[in-house]
């Protein structure tokens, strides 16, 4: 990959190949047109414009080693993410970005880790679960464990079969459908089904805001470290680059200064009300 300049304004992308991973959730990936990729890291988001209608903050899903190429994956949930979801190979995005920073992997060498993902949030998990099951012997024990609302929008489902090699996979739904054998709750049942060591371990958690507060909750309540604990916040992201505000967290531009931030920093500004 090749280092380059960081744009302010979209840069035209093509999309060279998509899958739909649910019924309102599309993987793709896209290749800069003319130029060379800036370099991303796992955790770390760009701004996807869907030209005519509007840009919005997604992170990156996949950084395929040895390619010119990013892989987002994006749920359907509003005029600019529908957009982006009914885009077919060919066509072209709008790209700005890296922006923000990334996973920490550094601070898990030699323990234990625990990737913990909750609906779409597995989607800015996926890059660090590929890099750490590429380098299995730099860590301990790798666990996945994984939340969806229903078995039906369970995302990677093929190859998160394949990450059972190198590591201890789990997955649990809210809703179970027919013919669902698995586990049926919250994600974080699953801590008990894992072989680990809390005072020595490192988590990376994402999901929506509640059950990212659980989740540390009961990791702490373990033994984990609140500084050993990483979290993916989200917020209203508008520039990416720091200078609207709209992403504030108390002193933090999530855009800038996240999305990704210890525990032991984040859990204190979640505690103050908004007005």
Known sequence: MTTAP???????????????????TVTMKVRPVGRPLPEFRPGQFAMLYAFGVGEIPVSVSGLPVGENALVHTVRAVGAVSRALCGLGVGETVGVRGPYGTGWDPETALGRDVLM????????????????????PGRYGRISVLIGARTPSDLLYRLQARAWRTAARVAVTVDRPEAGWQGDVGVVTRLLPRVRWTPADSTAFVCGPEPMIHA???????AGVPPHRIQVSLERNMRCGEGNCGHCQLGPLLLCRDGPVTGWDRAEPLLAVKEL
């Open 6 to 24: 960081v744009s302010s304004v979209p840069v035209p992308y093509r999309v060279t190949w998509r899958r739909r991973e649910a019924t309102d």
């Open 116 to 135: 913990i993902a909750g609906g779409i949030g597995l989607a800015p998990l996926r890059p660090l679960v590929l890099r750490m099951l590429a380098e």
């Open 215 to 221: 989740t540390a909750r009961d990791l702490m309540r």
